[in-house]
């Protein structure tokens, strides 16, 4: 598997895996929040941390727009959430300024033109294209135009859609995520080893962005060759919103990365050897040498 720079990070064959602390709206608009997440990501020892980017207007679809539920802020348009809860100019300039002050790298999925636009002046390590997003030529074209490295997430797709979206793609800045877009998933639908057909098929890191609840799958993602793992992180998965109970609240993150890393230690090179500390239980134990 061949590396990609992402930031300051290779990622890829012989790196240690890249822990990326989904966001996404779990910050339910609110800055104190996502400064709080910021804060988990980093005590957890994540690499980056991730938000999700809309231009409301462009991206709800004129037959959700009307329909009203019930809200923290009330009861009120699906649109009208949509803006209560989108960061803008203030509060990504914000994000951006913490972020740095904090020592983490950030970026976003964006899922339309204009919102590319807007991340792009914070300069970002990568963009990301949301399994939502895989069929939107248009938008992987504008992402890949940046030169940066895209992050490809494939759930409810595909494997021909796929090979396109891939298509549309600089190779050398690519890196691709199995997913399964469900919340929280079962088990049963999580599909591990479709990290290892991936691995077959592309010359490119790929790692795995995980929706279910705890992390022995996450783990497992490592052992089977992810990359790179996506989780969503949350203060608290009882809080209002439908991405809350398939995310991690901050004392589970902080076990995923230090036991992911163990996992690395224990893989090892795959190069048989005799340990030092094994050396006297043979000494003990062995009666033919």
Known sequence: MKT???GDRLVGGGQPTYIIAEVGVNHNGSLGIAKKLIDAAVAAGCD???FQKRTPD???PPEQRDIRRETPWGNVTYLEYRHHIEFGQNEYEAVNDYCRERGIKWFASCWDDPSVDFLEQFNPVCHKVCSASLTDDDLIKRMNATGRPVILSTGMSTMEEIYHAVSLLDQERLLVAHCTSSYACKPEEL???MIETLIN???CPIGYSGHELGFVASI???ALGAAFLERHITID???WGSDQIASLEPQ???KLVKDIRDVEKALGDGLKRVYESEVPALKKLRKCR
């Open 4 to 6: 990609v720079q992402v």
């Open 48 to 50: 980056a941390i991730k």
């Open 58 to 60: 462009i991206c709800v």
């Open 191 to 193: 599909n591990l080893r």
């Open 201 to 203: 098929r592309y010359d």
């Open 220 to 222: 497992a993602s490592v």
């Open 237 to 239: 998965r009882t809080m």
């Open 252 to 254: 589970d993150l902080q």
